[in-house]
Protein backbone atom coordinates (compact mmCIF):
# COMPACT_ATOMS: atom_id res chain seq x y z
CA UNK A 1 0.00 0.00 0.00
CA UNK A 2 1.53 3.59 -0.97
CA UNK A 3 1.74 5.37 1.94
CA UNK A 4 0.19 9.04 1.56
CA UNK A 5 1.35 11.00 5.23
CA UNK A 6 2.68 14.21 4.12
CA UNK A 7 5.01 15.72 7.11
CA UNK A 8 7.90 18.12 7.05
CA UNK A 9 10.30 17.82 4.62
CA UNK A 10 9.03 15.10 2.96
CA UNK A 11 6.08 16.77 1.85
CA UNK A 12 5.89 17.68 -1.89
CA UNK A 13 6.37 21.73 -3.13
CA UNK A 14 2.90 23.42 -3.53
CA UNK A 15 1.21 22.58 -6.94
CA UNK A 16 2.66 25.92 -9.01
CA UNK A 17 6.35 24.60 -7.97
CA UNK A 18 6.27 20.79 -8.89
CA UNK A 19 7.04 21.66 -12.61
CA UNK A 20 8.88 25.26 -12.18
CA UNK A 21 12.37 24.95 -13.18
CA UNK A 22 13.34 28.22 -11.59
CA UNK A 23 16.73 28.81 -10.44
CA UNK A 24 17.76 25.72 -12.49
CA UNK A 25 20.82 25.64 -15.05
CA UNK A 26 20.27 22.96 -17.71
CA UNK A 27 22.67 21.62 -20.63
CA UNK A 28 21.69 20.34 -23.61
CA UNK A 29 23.22 18.70 -26.48
CA UNK A 30 22.04 19.06 -30.10
CA UNK A 31 19.88 21.60 -28.87
CA UNK A 32 19.84 23.15 -32.48
CA UNK A 33 18.17 20.49 -34.06
CA UNK A 34 14.33 20.35 -34.64
CA UNK A 35 13.38 18.43 -31.70
CA UNK A 36 16.51 19.87 -29.69
CA UNK A 37 15.26 23.58 -30.48
CA UNK A 38 11.47 22.39 -29.09
CA UNK A 39 13.07 21.29 -25.80
CA UNK A 40 15.28 24.12 -25.55
CA UNK A 41 12.33 26.69 -25.70
CA UNK A 42 10.61 24.56 -23.00
CA UNK A 43 13.18 24.52 -20.42
CA UNK A 44 13.70 28.23 -20.36
CA UNK A 45 9.73 28.89 -20.38
CA UNK A 46 9.68 26.60 -17.24
CA UNK A 47 12.34 29.60 -15.82
CA UNK A 48 15.94 27.47 -16.12
CA UNK A 49 19.04 29.34 -17.49
CA UNK A 50 19.53 26.92 -20.61
CA UNK A 51 23.57 26.18 -21.57
CA UNK A 52 23.46 25.08 -25.99
CA UNK A 53 26.03 22.64 -26.89
CA UNK A 54 26.65 22.21 -30.83
CA UNK A 55 29.15 21.39 -33.36
CA UNK A 56 28.12 24.71 -35.17
CA UNK A 57 28.89 27.31 -33.23
CA UNK A 58 26.79 29.87 -36.05
CA UNK A 59 23.55 28.08 -35.12
CA UNK A 60 24.48 27.72 -31.54
CA UNK A 61 24.60 31.57 -31.59
CA UNK A 62 22.06 31.85 -33.61
CA UNK A 63 19.93 30.11 -31.25
CA UNK A 64 21.07 32.14 -28.34
CA UNK A 65 20.39 35.18 -29.65
CA UNK A 66 16.55 34.27 -30.76
CA UNK A 67 16.28 32.90 -27.24
CA UNK A 68 18.10 36.14 -25.73
CA UNK A 69 15.61 38.45 -27.55
CA UNK A 70 12.67 37.19 -25.50
CA UNK A 71 14.12 37.96 -22.44
CA UNK A 72 15.41 34.19 -21.93
CA UNK A 73 19.05 33.64 -19.88
CA UNK A 74 21.26 31.32 -22.50
CA UNK A 75 24.78 30.32 -22.84
CA UNK A 76 26.42 29.12 -26.30
CA UNK A 77 29.63 26.52 -26.51
CA UNK A 78 30.92 24.33 -28.95
CA UNK A 79 31.58 20.94 -27.88
CA UNK A 80 31.76 17.74 -29.96
CA UNK A 81 30.10 15.21 -27.85
CA UNK A 82 32.38 12.72 -28.75
CA UNK A 83 34.94 14.74 -27.83
CA UNK A 84 35.70 14.36 -24.08
CA UNK A 85 38.43 17.19 -23.46
CA UNK A 86 36.37 19.35 -25.68
CA UNK A 87 33.37 18.31 -23.22
CA UNK A 88 35.28 19.33 -20.17
CA UNK A 89 36.35 22.78 -21.59
CA UNK A 90 32.49 23.50 -22.51
CA UNK A 91 31.63 22.10 -18.70
CA UNK A 92 34.03 24.74 -17.38
CA UNK A 93 32.67 27.55 -19.42
CA UNK A 94 29.35 26.54 -18.07
CA UNK A 95 30.39 26.81 -14.47
CA UNK A 96 32.32 29.70 -14.90
CA UNK A 97 28.83 31.76 -17.05
CA UNK A 98 26.56 30.28 -14.29
CA UNK A 99 28.26 28.64 -11.28
CA UNK A 100 26.60 25.40 -11.35
CA UNK A 101 24.67 22.48 -13.36
CA UNK A 102 21.65 20.84 -12.25
CA UNK A 103 19.46 19.05 -15.53
CA UNK A 104 21.50 17.17 -18.69
CA UNK A 105 19.63 16.66 -21.88
CA UNK A 106 21.28 14.42 -23.94
CA UNK A 107 19.57 15.33 -27.24
CA UNK A 108 22.80 14.56 -29.71
CA UNK A 109 21.91 11.83 -31.73
CA UNK A 110 20.51 10.65 -34.68
CA UNK A 111 20.92 7.60 -37.54
CA UNK A 112 23.63 7.68 -40.15
CA UNK A 113 22.70 6.32 -43.90
CA UNK A 114 25.28 3.82 -44.04
CA UNK A 115 24.13 2.06 -40.91
CA UNK A 116 20.43 1.71 -42.44
CA UNK A 117 19.97 -1.08 -44.45
CA UNK A 118 18.58 -0.44 -48.13
CA UNK A 119 15.83 -2.27 -49.63
CA UNK A 120 18.36 -3.98 -52.32
CA UNK A 121 20.97 -4.49 -49.75
CA UNK A 122 21.93 -7.75 -47.66
CA UNK A 123 22.90 -7.31 -44.10
CA UNK A 124 26.06 -9.31 -44.59
CA UNK A 125 27.62 -6.69 -46.61
CA UNK A 126 26.64 -3.42 -44.24
CA UNK A 127 29.40 -1.52 -44.02
CA UNK A 128 31.43 -1.90 -40.84
CA UNK A 129 32.56 2.06 -39.98
CA UNK A 130 28.65 3.10 -40.51
CA UNK A 131 27.56 0.64 -37.61
CA UNK A 132 29.99 2.16 -35.49
CA UNK A 133 29.89 5.13 -36.41
CA UNK A 134 26.06 5.39 -35.32
CA UNK A 135 26.73 3.37 -32.31
CA UNK A 136 28.99 6.15 -31.08
CA UNK A 137 27.11 8.78 -31.93
CA UNK A 138 23.97 7.43 -29.94
CA UNK A 139 25.81 5.63 -27.24
CA UNK A 140 28.81 6.80 -26.41
CA UNK A 141 27.77 10.50 -27.28
CA UNK A 142 24.97 10.06 -24.57
CA UNK A 143 27.67 8.45 -21.64
CA UNK A 144 30.51 10.90 -22.17
CA UNK A 145 28.26 14.08 -21.82
CA UNK A 146 27.18 12.34 -18.75
CA UNK A 147 30.27 11.53 -17.42
CA UNK A 148 31.60 14.88 -17.95
CA UNK A 149 28.64 17.61 -16.74
CA UNK A 150 27.09 14.60 -14.22
CA UNK A 151 30.33 15.15 -12.37
CA UNK A 152 29.33 18.73 -11.82
CA UNK A 153 26.33 17.56 -11.14
CA UNK A 154 27.47 15.40 -8.18
CA UNK A 155 29.34 18.34 -6.80
CA UNK A 156 26.80 20.59 -6.94
CA UNK A 157 24.94 22.12 -3.42
CA UNK A 158 21.81 23.24 -5.25
CA UNK A 159 19.98 19.96 -4.62
CA UNK A 160 18.80 17.06 -6.55
CA UNK A 161 20.02 16.93 -10.45
CA UNK A 162 18.14 15.39 -13.15
CA UNK A 163 19.73 13.70 -16.46
CA UNK A 164 17.60 12.95 -19.96
CA UNK A 165 18.64 10.90 -22.13
CA UNK A 166 16.89 10.00 -25.78
CA UNK A 167 15.64 6.37 -26.50
CA UNK A 168 13.64 5.36 -29.70
CA UNK A 169 10.37 3.16 -30.46
CA UNK A 170 13.78 1.05 -32.47
CA UNK A 171 15.35 -0.12 -29.08
CA UNK A 172 12.16 -1.83 -27.65
CA UNK A 173 10.67 -2.72 -30.72
CA UNK A 174 12.92 -4.35 -33.58
CA UNK A 175 12.49 -2.47 -36.50
CA UNK A 176 13.21 -3.56 -40.38
CA UNK A 177 16.39 -1.48 -41.95
CA UNK A 178 17.47 0.50 -38.79
CA UNK A 179 19.86 -2.38 -37.09
CA UNK A 180 22.39 0.55 -36.58
CA UNK A 181 20.30 2.62 -34.94
CA UNK A 182 18.12 -0.21 -33.06
CA UNK A 183 21.10 -1.19 -31.37
CA UNK A 184 22.52 2.27 -29.99
CA UNK A 185 19.29 3.43 -29.21
CA UNK A 186 19.04 0.03 -26.98
CA UNK A 187 22.43 0.70 -25.58
CA UNK A 188 20.99 3.85 -24.32
CA UNK A 189 18.12 2.20 -22.31
CA UNK A 190 20.61 -0.25 -21.12
CA UNK A 191 22.99 2.67 -19.58
CA UNK A 192 19.89 4.97 -18.28
CA UNK A 193 19.00 2.12 -16.12
CA UNK A 194 22.45 1.44 -15.08
CA UNK A 195 23.32 5.23 -14.78
CA UNK A 196 20.05 5.77 -12.67
CA UNK A 197 20.76 2.44 -9.88
CA UNK A 198 24.70 3.82 -9.67
CA UNK A 199 24.22 7.21 -9.42
CA UNK A 200 21.62 7.13 -7.48
CA UNK A 201 22.22 5.22 -4.91
CA UNK A 202 25.95 6.52 -4.83
CA UNK A 203 24.64 10.06 -4.20
CA UNK A 204 21.74 9.50 -2.14
CA UNK A 205 19.07 9.74 -4.69
CA UNK A 206 20.38 13.32 -5.91
CA UNK A 207 20.99 12.68 -9.33
CA UNK A 208 18.37 10.70 -11.52
CA UNK A 209 18.42 9.41 -14.71
CA UNK A 210 15.76 8.65 -16.96
CA UNK A 211 14.74 8.98 -20.88
CA UNK A 212 12.53 9.91 -23.22
CA UNK A 213 11.45 7.30 -26.24
CA UNK A 214 10.26 9.38 -29.00
CA UNK A 215 7.90 7.82 -31.62
CA UNK A 216 7.99 9.10 -34.77
CA UNK A 217 8.54 12.76 -35.47
CA UNK A 218 9.62 14.72 -38.87
CA UNK A 219 13.05 15.52 -38.66
CA UNK A 220 16.21 16.07 -41.50
CA UNK A 221 17.25 12.53 -40.66
CA UNK A 222 14.23 10.86 -41.35
CA UNK A 223 11.84 12.94 -44.10
CA UNK A 224 12.34 11.65 -47.16
CA UNK A 225 12.28 8.12 -45.74
CA UNK A 226 8.56 8.89 -44.23
CA UNK A 227 7.19 11.67 -46.44
CA UNK A 228 7.55 12.00 -50.54
CA UNK A 229 8.47 15.49 -51.80
CA UNK A 230 4.77 16.49 -52.55
CA UNK A 231 4.21 15.51 -48.58
CA UNK A 232 2.50 12.46 -49.15
CA UNK A 233 3.53 9.30 -47.24
CA UNK A 234 5.73 7.00 -48.48
CA UNK A 235 5.38 3.35 -48.50
CA UNK A 236 7.02 2.99 -45.11
CA UNK A 237 5.54 6.31 -43.43
CA UNK A 238 2.29 4.41 -44.35
CA UNK A 239 3.21 1.82 -41.87
CA UNK A 240 4.30 4.02 -39.23
CA UNK A 241 0.74 5.92 -39.49
CA UNK A 242 -0.87 2.25 -39.33
CA UNK A 243 0.48 1.06 -36.20
CA UNK A 244 0.25 4.46 -34.44
CA UNK A 245 -2.77 4.64 -32.89
CA UNK A 246 -2.68 8.69 -32.74
CA UNK A 247 -2.99 8.18 -36.19
CA UNK A 248 -0.34 10.87 -36.88
CA UNK A 249 3.25 12.06 -36.55
CA UNK A 250 4.76 13.35 -33.11
CA UNK A 251 4.88 17.41 -33.07
CA UNK A 252 8.36 18.22 -31.33
CA UNK A 253 5.96 20.31 -28.94
CA UNK A 254 4.71 17.43 -27.26
CA UNK A 255 8.10 16.13 -26.47
CA UNK A 256 8.37 18.95 -23.84
CA UNK A 257 6.45 18.87 -21.04
CA UNK A 258 7.78 15.14 -20.39
CA UNK A 259 10.97 16.17 -20.04
CA UNK A 260 10.38 19.07 -18.24
CA UNK A 261 8.51 16.68 -15.91
CA UNK A 262 11.45 14.46 -15.64
CA UNK A 263 13.64 17.57 -14.84
CA UNK A 264 11.02 19.09 -11.76
CA UNK A 265 10.55 18.09 -8.33
CA UNK A 266 6.99 16.51 -9.43
CA UNK A 267 9.46 13.85 -10.48
CA UNK A 268 12.02 13.79 -7.81
CA UNK A 269 10.86 9.70 -7.23
CA UNK A 270 11.52 8.96 -10.47
CA UNK A 271 14.52 7.24 -11.52
CA UNK A 272 15.65 5.05 -14.03
CA UNK A 273 12.38 4.65 -16.82
CA UNK A 274 12.44 5.15 -20.08
CA UNK A 275 9.02 7.04 -21.22
CA UNK A 276 7.17 6.28 -24.31
CA UNK A 277 6.11 9.39 -26.33
CA UNK A 278 4.95 7.95 -29.55
CA UNK A 279 0.93 8.09 -30.35
CA UNK A 280 0.34 4.64 -28.75
CA UNK A 281 2.99 2.71 -31.46
CA UNK A 282 4.54 0.54 -28.32
CA UNK A 283 1.13 -0.51 -27.35
CA UNK A 284 -0.04 -1.85 -30.87
CA UNK A 285 0.53 -5.04 -31.95
CA UNK A 286 -0.33 -4.68 -35.55
CA UNK A 287 -3.74 -6.58 -35.07
Known amino acids: MAHTERTGTSSLPAMQELFSLEGKVAVITGGTGVLGGAIV ?3 VDAGAKVAILGRSMAKVDAMVASLASNGHDAFGVQADVLNREALKSARDLVMEHYGHIDILVNMAGGNIPG ?4 ATQSFFDMDEKALRDVVDLNFLGTLLPSQVFGGAMATSTTGSASIVNVSSMAAPRAMTRVVGYGAAKSAVDNFTRWAAVELGRRYEGRIRVNAIAPGFFIGEQNRA ?3 NEDGSLTERGQLVIDHTPA ?3 GE ?3 LVSTV ?5 PGARFIN ?3 VPIDGGFSAFSGV
Open 41 to 43: HGL
Open 115 to 118: ATLA
Open 225 to 227: LLL
Open 247 to 249: GRF
Open 252 to 254: PAE
Open 260 to 264: IWLCS
Open 272 to 274: GVV
